[in-house]
Nanobody, 121 residues
Framework: QVQLVESGGGLVQAGGSLRLSCAASGGTVNRYEMGWFRRSPGKEREFVGAMSRGPGYTTYTNSVKGRFTISRNPDKNEVYLQMNSLKPEDTAVYYC??????????????WGQGTQVTVSS
């Protein structure tokens, strides 16, 4: 059982940056596909990006490409979401999630509790 805890959210002005962290326990981050999702008020949960297990290939939704970067630190067993050039529409609760090798593609079994990111205009 993997436990995930996000941190690093907060209030930032448009154009600013934040780095979210996801601390994992019960499993090593490089053995899971690690995803970031977000949910804005009144909207469905949205995929933000993910890092593959093993080599750590990354993929992002179009709206954050070039602005957001996912990285990981296996020594700390953490995954990060670096968010630059933030826009008000990035305001959301951000979630970290983990998908094991035995799960169906795109299925994330483990989720964190979320951290709020608010971008003011």
């Amino acid at each position: 059982q993997v436990q995930l805890v996000e941190s690093g959210g907060g209030l930032v002005q448009a154009g600013g940056s934040l780095r979210l962290s996801c601390a994992a326990s019960g499993g090593t981050v490089n053995r899971y596909e690690m995803g970031w999702f977000r949910r804005s008020p009144g909207k469905e949960r949205e995929f933000v990006g993910a890092m593959s297990r093993g080599p750590g290939y990354t993929t992002y939704t179009n709206s954050v490409k070039g602005r957001f970067t996912i990285s990981r630190n296996p020594d700390k067993n953490e995954v990060y979401l670096q968010m630059n050039s933030l826009k008000p529409e990035d305001t959301a609760v951000y979630y970290c999630a983990a998908s094991s090798a035995t799960s169906a593609a795109g299925t994330y079994e483990f989720w964190g509790q979320g951290t709020q990111v608010t971008v003011s205009s």
